[in-house]
């Protein structure tokens, strides 16, 4: 009697085995489109089985096992950041590339060009007033224009550190929540193991990755730390370590909570892109505008210093600026009476001399500006900008694919044992080789194949 | 019904980029076996690329060959964007490796994780 006693229990007890193990499939199906929930495994284990003590054998439930591979975890955090980072770079880029004109049909290129050929028509007729007004006029051109360059990258500065505010806040309110998750681990042990939790943790782990890099360590209870830059210190247990960003000088600081400098931790993200744009990208285009407003400005007005104007006195200056400020920014026209405008030398009083030498700027090369010219030099300046768009361009797409590609490895289980984990790693190693030197002669092939074309082109 | 040497040529290039599109499509989920699937459109790839590259030094380059070079410019963006994913692939793997090869064996004298060898195996059928 006993003996169908306890085959009945065990037969009960596998149907509430395989019933368990439907409910999960079901909370799986349930939450297929939560972020960040791994499948979790029902796992079986087989019952001590002895007739003598009575035990039926049969199957039981073992604990609930997360698939979630941390390593995997980890690279698309990894991936996240670095696409995190591109994007930000190329929206900011983009929002500055109008300014620079390099077709040379507008903008600063063709105010340049617009401001020699004044100079030339005002050497055909050098003291009608008519070809000096318009000197002026080309001038005033010019100053608007380099002037306007310089006012709206300070703005696009200026919306750089509204934008790093407001990632710090995001931030924080990330680096918040975690904390709450610590608590909540804290006083209940059974959250350690929750899958709802541990998708809301891995959730806004990914949400952070955004912004920032940062090392996440678990703890023995079950909460995390979050080190930015794998230094400073964000979320320890049931603290929040909020930072804060100081924009009033000419670079962003960002500061911990003890009002540390950890700008040098925020190197990549979204953050440490527009950290990078408001301390290095934009002061750097700004410093060749003046360059090229200063380079300008000084030499126009010594060459025309060194003539002659029409009431026989050295020419004025036509440029005006000032440094301290910003050339480029202040860069404006000297309210002069267009008979101070000198056109001819002090050893010809009645020539063009001087109108000649402004004209030839045209073609000149300036030592102070790298041995270029007035409008290589800007040239190159946008050209810079063009090149940072497409190579940051090229890195978020890049990213793009590496993040979708991370994600799917997450979906990924590891192997079952280690001899298949290790077998399987070794077939991959000679899979990615034998593919590696593939890729490689396919790329030198169609580089020959273009040169057979285009020889010395590609 | 005749096609022009141009055409037939920038034929090839288009099948060379669907078969490296397809490498792109496997390496965007790399598992092992999708790894070791990515050998088979690349050598077609390169069966493409020869057989076009044989056609050019024999009969020389097309008068106007700006339709096929704009084409193989278009194929190189694949050709690499196929490495940049191939790379990911293998920074991870590696990255796991070093991570299981320590976990499992713990490190050489030298700080390296030590390699495990997986055991021989024996199928017996009866």
């Known amino acids: ?458 | 019904m005749h096609h022009s040497p141009e055409k037939a040529d920038a034929g090839l290039v288009r099948q060379a980029q669907v078969r490296v599109r397809e490498a792109r499509t496997l390496l965007a989920r790399p598992s092992v076996r999708s790894v070791e699937e990515t050998g088979a459109p690349i050598q077609a790839a390169l069966g493409c690329l020869l057989t076009l590259r044989n056609s050019l030094r024999s009969a020389g380059a097309p008068p106007e060959p700006g339709e096929l070079v704009a084409a193989l410019g278009e194929l190189r963006r694949e050709i690499l964007s196929a490495n940049v994913l191939l790379e990911g692939a293998a920074r991870f793997y590696l990255g796991w490796a070093r991570l299981f090869y320590a976990a499992a064996c713990g490190y050489t004298p030298t700080g390296e994780p030590a390699t495990l060898v997986p055991a021989g195996r024996l199928s017996v059928e009866l």
């Open chain 1, 1 to 458: 009697m006993s003996g169908i006693i306890s085959a009945l229990t065990s037969a009960a007890d596998s149907l509430r085995v395989f019933d368990s193990a439907l409910s999960n499939v079901q909370n799986n199906v349930d939450n297929a489109s939560t972020p960040n929930f791994a499948n979790q495994e029902v796992t079986l284990e087989a019952q001590k089985f002895s007739t003598q003590e009575g035990l039926a054998g049969g199957v039981g439930t073992g604990p609930l096992q997360s698939t979630r591979d941390e390593y995997a975890e980890q690279a698309v955090r990894s991936e996240q950041r670095q696409f995190g980072a591109f994007q930000q770079t190329t929206n900011d880029l983009n929002s500055v590339q109008g300014l620079f004109d390099v077709t040379g049909k507008s903008g600063v290129p063709a105010a340049l060009s617009g401001l020699f050929q004044a100079f030339s028509a005002w050497s055909v007729a050098p003291n009608d007033t008519l070809p000096r007004q318009q000197v002026i006029d080309a001038a005033t051109t010019v100053a608007s224009q380099i002037s306007e360059n310089a006012t709206a990258l300070n703005t696009a500065s200026q919306s750089e550190s509204q934008q790093i505010g407001d990632a710090v806040t995001s931030i924080n309110s990330l680096t918040s929540q975690l904390r709450d998750l610590n608590v909540q681990m804290q006083a209940d042990f059974a959250a350690q193991s929750d899958p709802g939790v541990d998708a809301q943790l891995h959730s806004t782990l990914n949400s952070l990755a955004q912004y920032t890099d940062f090392t996440v360590l678990r703890e023995a209870d079950g909460t995390v730390t979050v080190l930015m830059g794998g230094q400073v210190p964000l979320v320890i247990g049931s603290q929040q370590h909020a930072i804060s960003a100081n924009s009033s000088g000419t670079q962003t600081a960002i500061r911990d909570d003890q009002g540390t400098d950890i700008t040098a931790q925020a190197t990549t993200g979204s953050l440490g892109a527009m950290v990078a744009m408001r301390n290095t990208t934009l002061p750097s285009y700004l410093s060749n505008l003046n360059t090229l407003a200063e380079g300008l400005a000084d030499t126009v007005n010594s060459t025309l210093a060194a003539g002659q104007d029409l009431n026989g006195n050295p020419g004025a200056p036509l440029f005006t600026y000032n440094a301290a400020v910003g050339a480029a920014a202040t860069l404006a026209v000297n309210p002069i009476d267009p008979s101070q405008l000198a056109a001819a030398s002090t050893t010809a009083p009645d020539g063009n001399a001087n109108a000649l030498a402004l004209a030839s700027l045209a073609s000149q090369t300036q030592p102070q500006l790298n041995g270029l010219t007035f409008s290589g030099y800007y040239g190159r300046l946008a050209t810079q900008v063009g090149q940072d768009v497409t190579a940051s361009q090229a890195g978020q797409d890049a990213h793009q694919q590496l993040l979708l590609q991370a994600q799917s490895l997450v979906q990924n289980k590891s192997g079952v044992s280690l001899d298949e984990e290790a077998a399987q790693l070794m077939q991959f190693q000679r899979a990615y080789q034998a593919t590696a030197q593939m890729i490689v002669v396919l790329n030198e092939l169609t580089l020959d194949t273009l040169n057979l074309l285009q020889p010395g082109v590609a």
